[in-house]
């Protein structure tokens, strides 16, 4: 964004999506672009491939709008973003397990989500999903952002504990106790 641009508030870009006003793509782009691009490349760790998912997700973002009208839209975004990153990773490993920062998380979690089934299907089914939710609002505002960060975003550890002035050490320690936690709720409502 130059110097002296406009940048309209949230609201306001997705009145223009309601409009079906072109420009809303653009305001997107503009004020998201690095954002959606992030969150793509924490999962596929592919300039190419990350942008094209961040294209798709201004796509997916001009056909959800309407009907879906979106309470927070940055958030709104981040999930398509991350949802269409899952699927090109799930496309491009259908032969082999790749490497990088997503297998860790989803290993990570397999601890506490799955008992021998796939843990990306099991976190995203929506059922486990809003109890993931709530249990994340329960933590303590440090640990819910280390968590979220992780197991959201696909940060790796490192970037993480910069981000928050922490050690690695420090950041796996609470994300290890943060998963136990989860266990324990994932267990007491049924899941496991």
Same mark, same amino acid.
């Given at each position: 964004?130059?110097?002296?641009?406009?940048?309209?508030?949230?609201s306001q870009i997705v009145e223009l999506y309601w409009?079906?006003?072109?420009?809303?793509?653009?305001?997107?782009?503009?004020k998201y672009g690095p954002y959606c691009f992030t969150?793509?490349?924490?999962?596929?760790?592919?300039?190419?491939?990350?942008?094209?998912?961040?294209?798709?997700?201004?796509?997916?973002?001009?056909? =959800?709008?309407?009907? %879906?009208?979106?309470?927070? #839209?940055?958030?709104? /975004?981040?999930?398509?973003? +991350? $949802?269409?990153s899952f699927n090109r990773f799930n496309a491009r490993?259908?032969?082999?397990?790749?490497?990088?920062?997503?297998?860790?998380?989803?290993?990570?979690?397999?601890?506490?989500?799955?008992?021998?089934?796939?843990?990306?299907?099991?976190?995203?089914? =929506?059922?486990?999903? %809003?109890?993931?939710?709530? #249990?994340?609002?329960? /933590?303590?505002?440090?640990? +819910? $952002?280390?968590?979220?960060?992780?197991?959201?975003?696909?940060?790796?550890?490192?970037?993480?504990?910069?981000?928050?002035?922490?050690?690695?050490?420090?950041?796996?320690?609470?994300?290890?106790?943060?998963?136990?936690?989860?266990?324990?709720?994932?267990?007491?409502?049924?899941?496991?």
């Amino acid at each position: 964004m130059g110097k002296g641009e406009i940048v309209l508030e949230d609201s306001q870009i997705v009145e223009l999506y309601w409009q079906k006003n072109a420009d809303a793509i653009s305001e997107t782009a503009n004020k998201y672009g690095p954002y959606c691009f992030t969150i793509a490349d924490n999962i596929l760790h592919c300039a190419e491939d990350s942008e094209e998912c961040v294209n798709d997700t201004w796509l997916h973002t001009w056909n =959800a709008i309407p009907p %879906q009208k979106p309470n927070v #839209f940055r958030m709104f /975004l981040a999930k398509i973003t +991350r $949802n269409l990153s899952f699927n090109r990773f799930n496309a491009r490993c259908v032969d082999k397990r790749g490497g990088g920062e997503i297998i860790l998380v989803l290993d990570e979690l397999g601890e506490c989500v799955a008992g021998g089934s796939d843990v990306e299907t099991a976190y995203e089914a =929506a059922e486990l999903e %809003q109890c993931i939710c709530r #249990f994340v609002r329960t /933590l303590p505002e440090r640990d +819910r $952002n280390v968590f979220v960060r992780r197991y959201f975003f696909t940060e790796p550890i490192p970037a993480i504990a910069e981000r928050y002035g922490l050690t690695v050490n420090n950041i796996t320690v609470i994300l290890s106790r943060t998963r136990k936690k989860l266990k324990v709720e994932l267990t007491k409502e049924g899941y496991l």
